[in-house]
């Protein structure tokens, strides 16, 4: 349960796919790490590199990086900040 603006909320059931080792330290650097890679790609610098290189950045970036689930709590939490993950529409692959 959550209290928000004074009443009890009831949390979905959170489940996690990923380990349950990541640290809140872990998933906030790789979110700030994972936007500093993606300035480097628009910018130029890190399009030098090979492309196992940046695939490998990119598996190290995605291994702590915040699931839907992260989100959905990050909602429920501040909803003013952050919308419902089962509510964006990403586009197709």
Same mark, same amino acid.
């Given at each position: 349960m959550f209290i928000r603006f004074g009443a009890c909320v009831?949390?979905?059931?959170? =489940?996690?796919?990923?380990?349950?080792?990541t640290t809140p330290?872990?998933? =906030?650097?790789?979110?700030?790490? =994972?936007?500093a890679f993606l300035q480097d790609l628009l910018y130029g610098q890190a399009s030098e590199l090979p492309a196992k290189a940046l695939r490998e950045e990119a598996r =190290?970036?995605?291994r702590h990086f915040v699931l839907p689930a #992260?989100?959905?709590?990050?909602?429920?939490l501040a909803p003013d900040w952050f919308a419902?993950? #089962?509510d964006v529409k990403l586009p197709p692959k």
């Open positions: 009831k949390a979905p059931a959170l =489940t996690r796919i990923k380990s349950p080792m330290y872990e998933r =906030t650097r790789a979110l700030l790490a =994972t936007r =190290t970036l995605l #992260d989100l959905m709590l990050a909602h429920y419902s993950p #089962d």
